[in-house]
């Protein structure tokens, strides 16, 4: 253990820890929910933000979001941007409405 060098080894961890939280930003990107080309699909808008409230929680940290805007981009498509209420994470989900309903 003679030799070790603390501050080396604590920049290595650093950067681990940074590699890992982009490395989960884009796993987030890839997945349901994270672009407009993979939304979450809903039976209505009322829908998405009691379930980006209480059901979507932060991919970094598992804290809850705090949602800052409500956008509709496209006929039927929902953004959600969203603050991460722990880590302060600035995300956006997105939704489809996909309605029984004949349109
Ligand atoms: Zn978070």
Redesign the pocket.
Known sequence: MSGKRPRTQRRVEERAARKLVRDKERLFELSVGGSQERPIEVPSTSVIELRVEDVIR?I????QYRIRAHEAPASGIRRVDVT?R????PRSLWFRIVSDEPN
């Open positions: 932060c970094q940290c598992t804290g991460c722990h880590c302060g994470a």
